[in-house]
């Protein structure tokens, strides 16, 4: 079977809210609340996929046992690598966090993405 879904359109009452917290980020500036959905999860659970919303802050971000891609649905971020220049991403903006990837993730404006973590 095909899943498929359209995380643009998915209603905010659907996301589980919650503080971000370890292990998955650690908020920087205060507390950062962020809402998901997990929308697919392979058999071994190495693959992830699912939709996350996040208001603004500033978090620390370490992606060492696994890896991320992102595509930007709404809002404004800025992602920087250490010893990087940050990027800034937007509506329709993906990136890719391979494994090994730290740094610091701002978000500007709240911000919707599909996500899909990998191991």
Not at 52 to 79: A, K, N, Q
Request: cysteine-free; proline content about 7%; charged content about 25%.
């Amino acid at each position: 079977m095909t899943h498929v879904i359209r995380p643009a359109d998915l209603d905010a009452a659907e996301l589980e809210a919650k503080p971000l917290a370890p292990p998955n980020a650690q908020p920087l500036s205060g507390e950062i609340i962020v809402r998901g959905k997990v929308e697919f999860v392979n058999d071994d659970r190495t693959v992830i996929s699912g939709v996350w919303e996040s208001d603004p802050g500033v978090s620390r971000w370490e992606f060492t046992g696994r890896g991320e891609i992102v595509h930007i649905l709404s809002g404004r971020m800025s992602v920087k690598r250490d010893g990087e220049d940050a990027v800034e991403l937007t509506a329709g903006s993906a990136a890719f966090f391979p494994i090994g990837w730290t740094g610091e993730w701002t978000v500007i404006e709240p911000v919707r993405k599909f996500y899909v973590v990998y191991k």
